[in-house]
């Protein structure tokens, strides 16, 4: 019987050669009758059919052989093939995806998806995302910015991301284009050939590189937005704040779709080290963290130092609102690169060549990373001991925010500079040898909210030398080394013990190897969707998602300013502004007002148990200075008789307050305001009408309505503590 398979395969395989597809897949078809497994032989039969013409007999034995082997990447390949060459560009589309997925080193896989999703780049892969949808904003972001090599919140989300495409169902990827308008799908096989572009290389100006950055821009400046199916958890991996429309694209999608969204919190760094950060970072975030409770059903903590410092925050800052439930995903995972040794021999370079010991330290250089005391350290060393006794510090990343006093004390210093060598856009390769090679790791840092080079060292076996405070301490549970926080000393006494007792290392060394192994990120990737669900209240279809708008009644007798606050303190006026704005007929917040756009614009006002009764509405309302406006206001409230919109004209620059009288009725108040714009009107065509602020005072309550008087017309200090 094994004679007879043989013979039948020889003979199959000759004629193949031969080009006799119909006679050779008859050879293959008599083969497989007595070797029925062989899933080889089942694709190469399909390849002869294919050629005669038999597409649909192809696909049959294409796919029987992908259920038998469903690891086998060059069998979703053949599937891909054989849908092209019948016109089904979507399940063609489908099978080179899938091919990527299991290899995405596959380079005519990608060539063939990438040709494809080339020809229709507006028209999205999927109609609505379901289940848990993971956003990349924040790393689309990041890429639009001409940069390839990740940095720490990016590795996060790679990681993150690809591990969660292994799963057997795995989740729909999403992020915003540079204009906002919505989110777009980001197609899985893109994404996986920017991720082994981006830890695999540095060089940015590479044509493979410009050509998957290129093609990532034009499928998310596509339209349509994407929809969302009923339950749907955006699942937000990095940060958003830079992002000018996120917030009113997330009330939309509540709105029309039901999204849930839940964010990843990586840290609160810009609110407790704002020194740290740029001015801008710091105003943005604070901004956005004003108005988390307002936008997320949940949290996801990278740490529970991070958890403790949102909830800590939060009721510190804003105490009018509740606190958004919280679950923490800690990142103790093993980075891919350093999970197993490279098959591959590892990468050319000086410091693994030569052997000389190094240190390693991985950081942006940045004034947060306390660089400055490190290199301080270093040159106490080497004056201690001689620059013989000394290791090299290798300083992996780029420089950053305030890097100048770092680097010029380096600058200054020969005998520091000579050792001490400064690297960037180094790839995964060659920093997971680095990791293998150096003597120790070292990571300052005023405060983390995690610490991923802490773990990249223990999953290379090598002792991480780190302050012992904020997510640090987690970070670096299963080995690290710790010294006081700020003490140089302290920082000192560990680096020559580390330094010139190799039996004290040795024994460091030993007690990470003892420890339980670092979990893999597809871990990390269950346990995050698992968790988002929860928070969420799951992802299957049903009852809408709570009004999140419901968490924050509007206080009565106050002057409500709709505008973009320039500071880096969040507050209650912050989440005002931005959440009661609801629809698509709002621009972005204005230093000064909020505009709305041309035709109708939505105001949703919800009111407590004490605003139940008849209300007086104040609105300050301004018409755009190069033309007049013509306005609709209708104020109309839950449970209560329909009102009649009331007309206003105002003239060009023209700002004027309107006051309506609302009857009793529900905790919403819902006011429209519609927009008529001149044909004539190019100069500010796009402005419909701005409104500066709004103000609620309850029927028969004067003081209310004249502490609404007194905020409009006089400035009013805050009363000092004390007072």
């Known amino acids: 019987m094994l004679d007879d398979a043989e013979a039948l395969r020889r003979e199959a395989d000759e004629l193949r050669n031969r080009r006799e597809w119909r006679a050779a897949a008859a050879a293959y078809a008599a083969f497989l009758r007595l070797r029925p497994e062989d899933a080889g032989m089942q694709v190469q039969q399909g390849h002869c059919l294919k050629e005669a013409g038999d597409i649909a007999g192809a696909l049959a034995l294409y796919r029987d052989a992908a259920r038998k082997r469903p690891e086998e990447a060059d069998i979703p390949l053949q599937i891909g093939h054989a849908e092209k060459l019948r016109g089904a560009r ?213 740490s529970r130092s991070t958890r403790d410092d949102m909830r800590r925050l939060h009721a510190a800052l804003l105490p009018e609102l509740p606190v958004p439930p919280a679950a923490v995903v800690p990142l103790d995972a093993a980075p891919r690169p350093l999970a197993a040794l490279p098959s591959a021999p590892p990468p050319e370079h000086p410091l693994l060549r030569d052997g000389t010991p190094f240190v390693l330290f991985v950081s942006t250089i940045e004034g947060r990373k306390n660089h400055l005391m490190v290199f301080g350290a270093w040159l106490t060393l080497l004056r201690r001991l001689g620059p013989g006794a000394v290791p090299l510090l290798v300083c992996v990343g780029r420089p950053g925010w305030r890097a100048e006093a770092a680097l010029a004390l380096l600058d200054s210093v020969p005998e520091l500079r000579a050792r001490v060598r400064l690297l960037h856009d180094v790839p995964d390769p060659l920093l997971a040898a680095l990791y ?145 704005r609801q629809g698509e007929g709002w621009h972005p917040l204005a230093a000064e007002e909020a505009w709305t756009r041309p035709g109708e614009a939505l105001l949703a006002l919800p009111l407590g148990p004490e605003q139940a009764g008849p209300l007086r509405l104040e609105l300050e309302l301004r018409a755009p200075a190069p033309a007049h406006r013509m306005v609709e206001i209708l104020a109309q409230r839950e449970d209560a008789a329909p009102a009649a919109p009331v007309p206003l004209h105002l003239r060009a620059g023209q700002s004027a307050i309107l006051a309506l009288d609302v009857p009793a009725g529900g905790p919403l108040l819902r006011v429209e305001l519609l927009s008529r714009v001149p044909p004539a009107d190019r100069e500010a065509g796009h402005l419909g009408i701005g409104l500066a602020g709004f103000g609620l005072a309850r029927a028969g309550r004067l003081d209310e309505r004249l502490a609404l008087l007194e905020q409009r017309h006089f400035l009013v200090p805050a009363a000092r503590p004390g007072m």
């Open 90 to 302: 979507e399940a063609a589309l489908a099978a080179y995806g899938h091919a990527l997925l299991l290899d995405p080193r596959s380079e005519d896989g990608w060539r063939e998806w990438r040709a494809l999703a080339g020809e229709r780049p507006a028209r999205p892969l999927a109609t609505a995302a379901a289940g848990v949808v993971l956003d990349l904003t924040d790393l689309a972001a990041w890429i639009r910015g001409g940069r390839r090599a990740p940095s720490g919140i990016q590795r996060v989300q790679l990681g993150l991301a690809r591990a969660a495409l292994s799963a057997p169902t795995p989740p729909p990827l999403c992020a915003m284009p540079a204009g906002g308008g919505g989110w777009r799908a980001l197609p899985a096989p893109l994404f996986l050939r920017l991720e082994r572009l981006m830890t695999e290389g540095a060089d940015p100006e590479a044509p493979e590189w410009r050509d998957a950055a290129t093609l990532l821009e034009a499928l998310l400046a596509s339209p349509p937005p994407l929809r969302f199916a009923p339950g749907a958890v955006l699942v937000t991996l990095g940060g958003t704040w830079g992002q000018p429309d996120y917030l009113a694209s997330l009330r939309l999608a509540r709105e029309r779709d039901g999204l849930r969204h839940v964010p990843l919190l990586h840290d609160c760094i810009p609110l407790l080290l704002p020194e740290h950060c740029a001015e801008g970072v710091t105003r943005a975030y604070a901004r956005w963290f004003a108005s988390l409770s307002l936008h997320a059903d949940g949290v996801l903590a990278v």
């Open 436 to 580: 293998r090679k150096c003597l120790f790791t070292l990571y300052n840092s005023h405060h983390e909210g995690w610490g991923l080079p802490v773990t990249e060292s223990l999953a290379a076996g090598k002792v991480p030398l780190v302050p012992e405070h904020s997510a640090l301490r987690e970070a670096g549970e299963g080995g690290a080394l710790f010294f006081a926080p700020g003490s140089e000393p302290d920082l000192l006494e560990k680096l020559t013990r580390l330094i010139t007792e190799p039996e004290f290392r040795a024994a460091a060394e030993a007690r990470i190897a003892a420890a339980p192994p670092l979990r893999g990120w597809e871990a990390v990737a269950a346990q995050l969707m698992a968790e988002a669900e929860r928070l969420a209240g799951g992802t299957a279809p049903g009852l809408p998602p709570p009004s999140l708008l419901g968490r924050l009644p509007v206080p009565a007798g106050r002057r409500h300013r709709l505008r973009r606050l320039e500071t880096g303190r969040p507050c209650l006026e912050m989440a005002i502004a931005e959440a009661v």
